[in-house]
């Protein structure tokens, strides 16, 4: 079945950065595109980055822009998702998700991956 | 950037009722949006693309509609399992955005 597998939590003083995982199973990793999302605690979902896994075409937030990295392995078929900088703002579970083909919205979404930045 | 606004934050009805959760955009989206329903500790499930289109597997009761700037969630009869978070999602433009939320709990 359609599955995408996300690395385990991560802790990280202020300053570091993290690199978070996603592998994908029970599709053509290369025919689709990935997003990454993050939800602080008590937050709302928040949109980062796309990569299209097949050209390896990306896409940031302004938000996030020269803060975050995404990258893919096709041979691997995972997706990689890199922020640096890191801040305590920056606790949160972050996400990888598909998308949906032709569109841009998520049909499939990954458990997460919870970050937390603590001195 | 498109800001997406929800009401109301918090909707409480009793199991086999009606639920409607709205969503606004501050410009038009077209019909780009997205309906995704997360509870605790899990991650979000697509519910409704297209505005208005099920995802594959949902029930007959979610519905979407609207266009534009003004959009409607509806849950014709609560079951225990659709008490949740509600979110609705633009993708008509960069950066893609997310609404705050509405909680449907139980009364």
């Known amino acids: 079945q359609v599955q995408l597998v996300q690395s385990g939590a991560e802790v990280r003083k202020p300053g570091a950065s993290v690199k978070v995982s996603c592998k994908a199973s029970?599709?053509?990793?290369?025919?689709?595109?990935m997003h990454w999302v993050r939800q602080a605690p008590g937050q709302r979902l928040e949109w980062m980055a796309w990569?299209?896994?097949?050209?390896?075409?990306?896409k940031y937030s302004p938000k996030f822009q020269g803060r975050v990295t995404i990258t893919r392995d096709t041979s691997a078929s995972t997706a990689y998702m890199e922020l640096s900088g890191l801040r305590s703002e920056d606790t949160a579970v972050y996400y990888c998700?598909?998308?949906?083909?032709?569109?841009?919205?998520?049909?499939?979404w990954g458990k997460g991956t919870t970050v937390t930045v603590s001195s | 950037e498109m800001v997406m606004t929800q009401s109301p934050a918090t909707l409480s009805v009793s199991p086999g009722e009606r639920a409607t959760l709205s969503c606004r955009a501050s410009?038009?989206?077209?019909?780009?949006l997205a309906w995704y329903q997360q509870k605790p500790g899990q991650a979000p499930r697509l519910l409704i693309f297209?505005?208005?289109t099920r995802a594959t597997g949902i029930p007959a009761r979610f519905s979407g509609s609207g266009s534009g700037t003004e959009f409607t969630l509806t849950i014709s009869s609560l079951q225990s399992e659709d008490f949740a978070v509600y979110y609705c999602?633009?993708?008509?433009?960069?950066?893609?955005?997310f609404g705050q939320g509405t909680k449907v709990e139980i009364k």
């Open positions: 999602q633009q993708y008509n433009n960069w950066p893609l955005t």
């Open positions: 029970g599709f053509t990793f290369t025919s689709y595109a």
């Open positions: 297209g505005a208005s």
């Open positions: 990569i299209n896994a097949g050209n390896g075409n990306t």
């Open positions: 998700a598909r998308v949906a083909p032709r569109n841009y919205y998520m049909d499939v």
């Open positions: 410009q038009s989206v077209s019909s780009n």
